[in-house]
Every structure is written in C-alpha cells, then in structure tokens.
C-alpha cells in the first residue's frame, strides 16, 4: 500500500501544508510558514509518557489544594474544585458547577485515560480498531482547547467578588496545579504522532501483498 511518506510527502504540523521532501537539510521546511517539518515526532512514545505521567502526578495537588480563598469579616474560607461545584450547586447555579465538574474533574482523567490507551496500544503496535483510535486522537485534540473553562470560572468568580467591599478573594495553589495538568495534558497529545497507528495496519497489509 503506498503512502505519502513513500512518495515524498510530508504534513506541516504548523499549518497543515502537504510539503515534498526534500534532500537538503537547509531546505526541510514548510515552504508557507518556514518551520521545520518532519516525517515522524521525535521518540514520541517516550515524550508523550512523561507528560502523561507528570500530569497524572499533579492532578492529585490540583483537587485537594483550594483552588480560592475568600476572605470576609467571619474569616478565610478556602475551597478545592470539588467543595466549589459543591457550594454552585447548593446555591441555585447547577450550570456553573456542572461546567466546573466537567471541566475540571472528568475531562482531565478521561482524557489521560485516552492518551495511555493511545500509548500502550501504538507501543505494542496493536491492530486494534485503527479507526476508531485515529478518531480519539481528534477528539483530544479538540477537546484540549476547553481544558481551561474551570480557570476562567475562577477568574470570573474572582472579579465579581472584588466588585463587592464585604469579602476579597484570590487564587489558590490549586489552579497552579491544574493549569499545569491541562498544559501537560496538551503536551501529552501534541507528542503523540498518530501515524504509529497505523504502522501495523500498513506492515501487515503489505505483508499479505503478491511479490
């Protein structure tokens, strides 16, 4: 089966421009944006399992540490993702703290979840629904740009209260935490070359063709 690579193509990972390769090391660049293009990521299994990793490590601190802390005249109140959809919910916004709970709680596990799927099956180069897991590949990326709603929601709670002279309110240690959860996350996909899916499918198709 021929594949781009074999007629000489490559894909700008910049700007999506199909480029030609070309002989010259001085002359491997997308002749649109004029970055470097290359076939393949470089040790992509081995990149993409160290953000991994150090994103699952971090998203401990970024939902035990409070994520604000108010202070008022009863005193300082301080408040982790999970007590604040809590506190939404409790107090007519369930919008707001099903938006928090799902930006802040399920998208980050499901999509480490997805990204060690993609990992351990390109590292054992599996043939198992290619397909399927091209597409999941798209989806995290998609997906990546609205990791940090719960972010803005606390950007947004913190200027409305500072509006208010009763009770001042800051960030806490925990979004620390999380902005780094959701950068290494982003840079857990962005390492991830999807063309080792189907690496196997191609081996084993080529395989079976008549010499």
């Known amino acids: 089966m021929m594949t781009a690579a074999d007629k000489g193509l490559m894909v700008c990972r910049t700007c999506g421009a199909l480029c030609r390769r070309v002989r010259s090391i ?37 939902n035990v540490l409070p994520v604000t802390e108010s202070h008022t005249l009863f005193g300082t109140q301080r408040d982790t993702i999970m007590s604040g959809i809590v506190l939404f919910w409790t107090t007519g916004s369930p919008f707001i703290a099903a938006v928090i709970f799902a930006a802040s709680v399920m998208i980050p ?32 990326e998609w997906i990546g740009r609205w990791s940090m709603l719960d972010v803005f929601v606390v950007a947004i709670v913190v200027a409305l209260v500072h509006l208010r002279s009763l009770a001042t309110i800051h ?16 840079l857990a996909s962005k390492s991830f070359d999807p063309r080792l899916i189907w690496d196997p499918v191609e081996t084993n198709h080529d395989s079976r063709q008549p010499r």
């Open 171 to 186: 960030a806490g240690p925990g979004v620390a935490a999380f902005g780094a959860v959701v950068v290494l996350t982003m």
């Open 26 to 62: 001085s002359q491997t660049r997308c002749p649109r944006c004029f970055d470097a293009v290359r076939f393949r990521k470089r040790d992509s299994i081995g990149r993409t399992w160290a953000f991994l990793i150090a994103a699952l490590i971090l998203y401990i601190p970024a």
């Open 109 to 140: 596990i499901l999509k480490c979840i997805a990204l060690a799927l993609l990992a351990i099956t390109a590292q054992r180069r599996s043939r198992w629904r290619p397909q399927q897991r091209a597409k999941l590949y798209r989806l995290i």
